[in-house]
């Protein structure tokens, strides 16, 4: 059985399944199109929102620093991933390359992490959306009906019908085609990175030296009964974490990592670039490079404009304009973060439909799902159903304790694929690999510890609800997955492997 439980398809056949015409999606991307992709999923709520609460509580100016930290770990992924894509050009991201390295039980698991990653992450900023679009209709004096707006608490019923449209309009761009989806992309995006240029070098005319004193603020033990923010570091190591210091930093950098989920979306779009040999390295690296400098040079500039421990935690850029007496900016910025954040809501659904169809494919999930659309060549029926459950899930329910779980969902996956690149590496080093990672295996190692150090820095009810998740996902995994899936159907001698364009 366990045996069964690890087996692994073949590079060669995930690409020769991608050619069997009802199951083919349409290579349409550029690198440019992928790097626009990247920049327009990482750049959202993280630099508005918490460049402010990781300075007040955690870094001071040293914030900088902790945005350097966690783009150092990302960059350690995302070496791992431009290797992966670039050499198995599949939909699905890390599910598919855990397939070709670590077999079919950890690519399931990965594949069911990957899905919660995105729909919860697709929810959480399309309600965030909607609470920046009300703030704004309110500035102009309206008001949504009471019970159709964001829920102020948990126990708050009603139903965010601005989140739930949002989606719903997504979906509807998703289904009808890829190059539609990258142009409307590159719009946004151009208006988002404006904003944050404007902030920049607005702010920039707005600094005083004084605020950077001291750079790096004194250490502050946490206070006694937050154990709950990083139980596992008390365990392991009998401390919690510092506010402020050099700890502080590292602490902030578990934090502000959020800002930088999004990269590892581009990988699922692999199968519908022209060149991904070529391009896909490109695009992933390239988009986290140039996030990352915006994001330190953004909080450089909101904690030099104001003192750290003056900044707002909600709305950070915007307040602290505000502070210096420039308020016009202050609407200008939510303006920006509203618009942007409706590419950070596609892109996040992109990569779920992906990543769901490329598990239908392979029979893991029901094939109903893996058809294409006969004229925009897209998974038009794995994007409808999600879209319809991710707006409802919008709609009604309140994500903000759950959003936590995008986090570990994303640092689970870049530890599978640093260790899947080691794997594949060793069991396959005939295969041609157009993007090579340095120094393996120093990098995969040094990415691995990087994601497990932010990983147990998160709050405890994080990691019991990512447990309860994978339970689930075993339980469908064994009655279901381990029964259809084609590569077992394929040794069984029941299908025949697809050769060509087809499947015979």
């Not at 402020?244 to 990592?257: K, N």
């Not at 996030?291 to 421990?309: A, E, K, N, P």
């Not at 080093?429 to 820095?457: E, G, H, Q, Y």
């Amino acid at each position: 059985m366990s045996s069964t439980l690890f087996r692994t398809k073949k590079v060669e056949q995930s690409i020769l399944d991608t050619e069997e015409p009802e199951h083919a999606l349409k290579k349409s991307l550029s690198a440019l199109d992928l790097t626009v992709f990247g920049v327009g999923v990482i750049i959202g709520t993280g630099i508005f929102v918490l460049t402010g609460t990781v300075a007040k509580d955690n870094a001071g100016p040293a914030t900088a620093l902790a945005f350097v930290a966690a783009g150092i770990a990302c960059a350690l992924a995302a070496l791992c991933y431009a290797e992966f894509a670039s050499t198995v050009p599949v939909a699905g991201s890390a599910y598919t390359f855990s397939y070709a390295s670590l077999g079919e039980l950890p690519a399931w698991i990965i594949g069911w992490d990957l899905v919660l990653e995105f729909a919860l992450g697709t929810a959480v900023v399309a309600v965030g959306w909607s609470g920046y679009i009300q703030s704004l209709m309110e500035n102009a004096g309206w008001t949504m009906p009471a019970g159709l707006g964001s829920r102020e608490g948990a126990d708050a019923f009603g139903f965010d019908i601005l989140a739930a449209a949002l989606v719903l309009v997504l979906t509807g761009i998703l289904v009808l085609g890829m190059k539609l989806s990258a142009r409307i992309t590159s719009i946004v995006v151009a208006i988002k990175v404006t904003v944050v240029l404007v902030v920049i070098i607005a702010g920039a005319f707005l600094i005083k030296g004084d605020n950077y004193d001291p750079f790096i603020p004194k250490e502050q033990p946490v206070e006694a009964g937050a154990s709950l923010d990083s139980p596992l570091i008390q365990l392991m190591f009998g401390w919690a974490p510092s506010n402020f210091g050099v700890m502080g930093i590292f602490t902030a950098a578990s934090v502000v990592f959020f800002a930088f989920i999004g990269f590892d979306v581009v990988a699922t779009a692999a199968e519908e670039t022209k060149n991904p040999q070529r391009d896909m390295p490109r695009g992933i690296l390239g988009s986290l490079l140039i996030c990352t400098t915006l994001y330190v040079l953004v909080s450089i500039v909101v904690t030099g404009m104001q003192h750290y421990s003056e900044l707002s935690v909600d709305a950070p850029l915007a307040d602290a304009f505000k502070a210096t007496g420039h308020p016009w900016f202050a609407g200008f910025i939510s303006f920006g973060a509203a618009v942007g954040l409706t590419t950070v809501c596609m892109i996040l659904l992109l990569g779920q439909t992906r990543v769901f169809f490329a598990m239908s494919r392979d029979g893991l999930l029901p094939r109903f799902f893996s058809h294409v659309h006969p004229r925009f060549k897209t998974p038009h029926r794995p994007t409808i159903l999600l879209g319809v459950i991710i707006a409802i899930l919008a709609g009604f329910t309140p994500l903000t304790e759950l959003a936590a779980l995008v986090n570990i969902g994303t640092l689970f996956a870049f530890v599978v694929v640093a260790i899947g690149v080691v794997i594949l590496r060793k069991s396959r080093p005939d295969l041609p690999r157009a993007f090579r990672t340095p120094w393996v295996p120093v990098i995969p190692i040094l990415s691995v510890c990087a994601s497990l150090w932010l990983m147990i820095n998160l709050p405890a009810e994080t990691w019991v609800r990512f447990g309860i998740w994978m339970a689930a996902g075993f339980l469908v995994y064994f009655l279901y997955g381990r029964t259809h899936s084609r590569l077992a159907r394929r040794e069984s001698g029941e299908e025949q492997p697809s050769v060509g364009g087809g499947t015979p």
